[in-house]
Every structure is written in structure tokens, then in C-alpha cells.
């Protein structure tokens, strides 16, 4: 069955460190994985997808097709990169993304 | 941007009385989705569609309904409020196999 996991409900790092917020699917082929962000009380919005290889705020994240991660990365957290963040998969056969329950980022002054 | 618009943005309504969210893109995208934001759930999908006329259910789809009788327009009718639907709905569209372009959600209240 395809599948997202992120297995952290919350994150709490401090202003400055690095961060990592995990992403593992279950997927049978090729996959297409994205994340998004979701600012406080706003529209989710699309932070980068795996095909593009962009770095998007100094995010990047590396599809691991040995480990099925997708984790999102970045070296030195800002207090504005607090937000809920969920990885998507595109594994609907009408297009549809299969999300992650999310990962809420704390980033403390 | 304003390429896909939710309405109304927020609403209470009562248990037992139906209520339809609209989905307004203005992006000619031919996908678009219905979900629901629970927390400790994420986004589920209700429903969705490939084309006018053309939806198809999604992994919580009982007590829900949609109809899309232009591109533009998506609309998610509940025919009959219960609690466990009030929730911050997402709609969302989408062109090829880009991203999807969300609307800023909808918080239904069902008392």
C-alpha cells in the first residue's frame, strides 16, 4: 500500500541549529515526492519536490530510494521556518498526493 | 496568489442541516481535490475530480458528496452535518504532475 510516514508529531530546535525532518513512503515504483509548509492558520504551500533538486529557504531534501527517506533538511534553522511541514507522495492513479500526517517545527529564539 | 479561492472561510452550522463549500481556480487546472485537516491525521482526501462531470471518492468520502458542473467550480456538499465533520477543509487543484496550488481552507464548525 502506498504510505508517507513522518514519524515525529513535533520538532523543537533553537534558532540557529541544524534540522532534519524525516520522510520515509512505501511506494512500488518510481516515486514523485514533494513537501509542503504550512505557515500559521494559512494555505499550505509547495517548499520543493524532489524532481527539481531545488533548495527552497535553504531547505533541501534527498530521495533515498535504498532507505524510501525523503527527509528535509537544513543547516542553520530561522525562528520564521516554524510551521507545520508534510511530505507528499504522488501514488494516486488520478493525480492525487498521499500526505504524511505532518511534522510541526518549533524553532526557538 | 488568488489562482484558487475557498468560500466562505469560515462557517458554524447546526448538526443535521447540509452545507456546501465552493472551490473557485482560476488556472484552467484540470485535477482538483477536496481534503480534510485533522490534527494527528494530516490531510485526508474526500473526494476528487479529473474533469467536468468526472469525481471520484476519496479514503473519506461517507457523508460527502461533490459536483463539478464547470472547470472552475468544485463543490463539497455535506448532506448532513455531523461533529466529526467539523474540520479546516482544503480544497486544491492541480496542472500535469506539478504540485498542487491549495486554497487558504475553510473552518466548519458543526454544533
Known amino acids: 500500500a502506498q504510505r508517507v510516514t513522518q514519524p515525529e508529531k513535533l520538532l523543537s530546535v533553537f534558532k540557529g541549529a541544524p534540522v532534519e525532518l524525516k520522510c520515509n513512503y512505501s511506494?512500488?515504483?518510481?516515486?514523485?515526492l514533494f513537501w509542503y509548509v504550512q505557515y500559521s492558520r494559512q494555505r499550505l504551500q509547495l517548499l520543493l519536490r524532489h524532481i527539481s533538486r531545488e533548495s527552497i529557504k535553504g531547505f533541501t531534501a534527498d530521495l533515498n530510494k535504498g532507505e524510501t527517506s525523503f527527509h528535509l533538511k537544513k543547516p542553520f534553522a530561522q525562528e520564521e521556518d516554524s510551521a507545520m511541514y508534510y511530505c507528499a507522495l504522488d501514488g494516486g492513479s488520478q493525480g492525487n498526493l498521499i500526505f504524511g500526517k505532518g511534522t510541526k517545527l518549533s524553532v526557538k529564539p | 496568489d488568488a489562482g484558487i479561492t475557498q468560500s466562505p472561510r469560515h462557517k458554524v452550522t447546526e448538526t443535521g442541516t447540509p452545507v456546501t463549500l465552493r472551490c473557485h481556480q482560476t488556472e484552467n487546472h484540470r485535477y482538483m481535490y477536496w481534503y480534510r485537516q485533522d490534527p494527528g491525521h494530516g490531510l485526508r482526501l474526500i473526494h476528487y475530480?479529473?474533469?467536468?462531470?468526472?469525481?471520484d471518492k476519496g479514503e473519506v468520502s461517507d457523508g460527502y458528496s461533490v459536483s463539478r458542473s464547470k472547470t472552475e467550480d468544485f463543490l463539497l456538499t455535506l448532506e448532513s452535518a455531523t461533529s466529526s465533520q467539523t474540520s479546516v477543509y482544503f480544497c486544491a487543484s492541480r496542472f500535469g504532475r506539478d504540485g498542487y496550488t491549495f486554497g487558504s481552507g475553510t473552518r466548519l464548525t458543526v454544533v
Open positions: 475530480s479529473y474533469g467536468v462531470k468526472d469525481t
Open positions: 511506494y512500488s515504483g518510481s516515486p514523485e
